[in-house]
């Protein structure tokens, strides 16, 4: 199993920035892409930014440029910078990991973050 710590959640008023960060750890795993979802609730979850060391950073259609998610292969932790936050941004943001059993697994598992509340207000 590979365990999932997120942080950087909070409160934030229009055009206002905020950064998550998510940590994984576990044993005898090879990341395959790591990144953030959200959900609001009733919705459901839809891609924010996710990153993979061959195809590079892929956004939802939504971020518009207003997001950068980076990614420390080494100490296996991905960050969202987050700027420009509309109301419409208020959302659970969770963390997902897709990842393989050692380098030489064929078959590829994900895990959740539990989620961080973010909320855009005035």
């Known amino acids: 199993q590979v365990q999932l710590v997120e942080s950087g959640g909070g409160s934030v008023q229009p055009g206002g920035s905020l950064r998550l960060s998510c940590a994984a750890s576990?044993?005898?795993?090879?990341?395959?892409?790591m990144g953030w979802y959200r959900q609001v609730p009733g919705e459901r979850r839809e891609l924010v930014a996710t990153i993979t060391g061959s195809a590079g950073a892929t956004y939802g259609d939504f971020v518009k440029g207003r997001f950068t998610v980076s990614r420390d292969g080494a100490k296996n932790t991905v960050d969202l910078q987050m700027n420009s936050l509309e109301p419409e941004d208020t959302a659970v943001y969770y963390c997902k990991v897709v990842y393989k059993i050692g380098a030489d697994g064929v078959r590829h598992f994900a895990e959740w973050g539990q989620g961080t509340q973010v909320t855009v207000s005035s």
């Open positions: 576990g044993r005898d795993f090879d990341i395959t892409d």
